[in-house]
């Protein structure tokens, strides 16, 4: 998961601008325009092009198409745990066996080793379906998490050989421990879109192949269990065509720039520690040579929070991996083509970033002790409050893109009309049918018991949230702030 939240939650911005002084002034293009939120011309909009639930879709597909574009420069694969590759613990369409609810060990590093394992696991699914699938599975991850001379089962040991290429079962023809060899993918990605994960890793192996539509489809997967209900898309008629069109035209400013520099690649290092702070499976977009990368496929970063969040994805990273010193921190505006940087040599020199540290634990520390202790009549009016205020702030968003298409001509254009009427999120997902022939004071007392039983359940998996990221901010302490301290 990105770190997109991270420093960007309200007690914190709010206590950061009592504190501190902004960050923004350290930041500038490459050619020394410090005003670059203002003069940075804008290359590649949508033009009308996409919906507005759409843009963030893009903007994943482009992440996914960039980090292979760099890996195929620097011949270096180093992605792991994309967010496509992920197990999901929910029912998506057209996978009736949940296939999307465990991953698979796969090669993807060899792309003629990873054809062979993708064949082999298909075979095993097609002849002894998911529970065959399913029990293979976790064997193999027994096998290669567990020590090299211990194979969970008779039957693991005797694929390892076959899926791996290892004579003994415990490396690779490179040499390489199993253990370090494989990436988890979904099991639906793998063996559902199978033909797009094998042309993403044979253009990282520098294959003359086209993955912009693939990454649009991708991105369009993740979006399913990730977006909110009136946010998710729907990949209808042309949605791939013009998905694939906007984040080529993206793509066609990325390869236009000088890349000679790139000497190293990782992407997507892992950052553990980032559960303390509220998000899951963190990890940076990338790390090129010593510059610490975030992308942004969006007309405008500078909202409040984005230069905390670099920042903060600094120090994580700065924590988890001491041996690599970073010299910058960058963002690349897909939208733009152009890169703006911060000197970490100049912000240590001028901003308080001990502080900045020590806040952005505080401030989470003080937040969970607070949350823990509201009760579910406070939850409730929240939640009704915030229900009501976002679908207003939908509906106003709506109005406004079809106000823009209409005076641009291009009315039509996109799936505009049936939205307009946004139906109040709190009641269109407890509105029954069956209900219809009741009276209005009838029908408002079966939504109220419905909603409550809705909020009930939120609530529980909010406050067992809350007390999984105090357990884990508790478990970090000391060593935060020891690295605090060294700062």
Known sequence: MALSSLAHERYFQH????????????????????????????????????????????????????????????????????????????????????????????????????????????????????????????????????PAEQVASTRAAAH????????????????????????????????????????????????????????????????????????????????????????????????????????????????????????????VDLVLNDSLVEIKPVRNVMVPGSADQLLASYLLYSFHYPEHEIADLRWYLGRHATWVSASITEIRAAFPVRAFAELLWNTTESFLMRAQKVDFENFCYHRRHVAGTDAWRMEDQLHSLQRRYERGGRIGATRIAPQRQVPHVVTSVVADPENAGFSPAVQRQAEARAIEQIWAQQYEEWQTALHHQYASLCAWKDEWRAFVERL
């Open 160 to 283: 390892l050989g076959m899926l791996f290429r290892g004579a003994d079962g415990t490396a690779d023809a490179a040499g390489q421990p199993l253990d370090q060899t494989p990436q988890w993918v979904n099991a639906y990605v793998a063996l559902e879109m199978t033909d797009a994960l094998r042309r993403r890793y044979r253009f990282v192996h520098g294959q003359r192949v086209d993955i912009v539509e693939d990454c649009a489809r991708l991105a369009a997967f993740v979006s399913y269990f990730e977006a909110k209900p009136e946010m998710q898309v729907n990949p209808v008629g042309d949605f791939f065509m013009r998905m694939g069109h906007d984040v080529r035209s993206m793509a066609t400013g990325a390869r236009a720039l000088d890349w000679s520099w790139l000497r190293s690649v990782r992407a997507y290092a892992q950052l553990p520690i980032a559960q303390a702070f509220g998000v899951k499976q963190a990890t």
């Open 15 to 146: 206590a950061r601008k009592k504190q501190l002084p902004p960050l923004t002034p350290y930041f500038k293009r490459l050619d020394g325009e410090t005003r670059w939120q203002h003069m940075t011309p804008l290359l590649y909009p949508t033009k009308g092009l996409l919906d507005l639930r759409e843009v963030p879709v893009s903007a994943e597909a482009f992440k996914y198409w960039l980090t292979a574009f760099v890996q195929r420069l620097s011949g270096q694969v180093t992605e792991r745990d994309l967010r496509f590759m992920e197990e999901r613990s929910a029912y998506y369409p057209c996978d009736d066996d949940g296939l999307v609810n465990f991953a698979l060990p796969l090669s993807i590093g060899d792309p003629a080793l990873l054809a062979k394992q993708i064949s082999r696991f298909r075979r095993i699914y097609e002849q002894e379906g998911l529970h065959g699938l399913r029990q293979l599975t976790y064997a193999l991850k027994e096998s290669l998490t567990g």
